[in-house]
């Protein structure tokens, strides 16, 4: 399977973007697809993921109420929105695939795309 992330930018507080993963390869709507984001210096962390057949979801606290995540499988595509960003959301954003949701709750998703970078102005 592989992954195209797009959508990152430059955009001011309190704005919003909507970032796209393509996915090409596989079986899309068979796979949890997900959001992770590495800020300068910080570990990678989960942001949001959406589950294969079905679509249920789950966020990291920092982001719920404010990022949505949402699939469109016959599109192969899983997108976030993002609103009401702040600074502290300044990072690459990665999409991944994962079979075991258990795999991504733990960070060793079966894929990973490449990353769109969002900076967040104050």
């Known amino acids: 399977v592989q992954l195209q992330a797009s959508g990152g930018g430059l955009v001011q507080a309190g704005g919003f973007l909507r970032l796209s993963c393509a996915a090409s390869?596989?079986?899309?709507?068979?796979?949890?697809m997900g959001w992770f984001r590495q800020a300068p210096g910080k570990e990678r962390e989960f942001v949001a993921r959406?589950?294969?057949?079905?679509?249920?979801?789950y966020y990291a606290d920092s982001v719920k109420g404010r990022f949505t995540i949402s699939r469109d499988d016959a599109k192969n595509t899983v997108y976030l929105q993002m609103n009401s960003l702040k600074p502290e959301d300044t990072a690459v954003y990665y999409c991944?695939?994962?079979?075991?949701?258990?795999?991504?709750?733990?960070?060793?998703?079966?894929?990973w795309g490449q990353g769109t970078l969002v900076t967040v102005s104050s």
């Open positions: 390869g596989g079986t899309f709507s068979s796979y949890h």
């Open positions: 959406i589950s294969g057949y079905g679509g249920s979801t």
């Open positions: 991944s695939a994962a079979k075991r949701l258990g795999s991504m709750s733990r960070g060793e998703s079966d894929y």
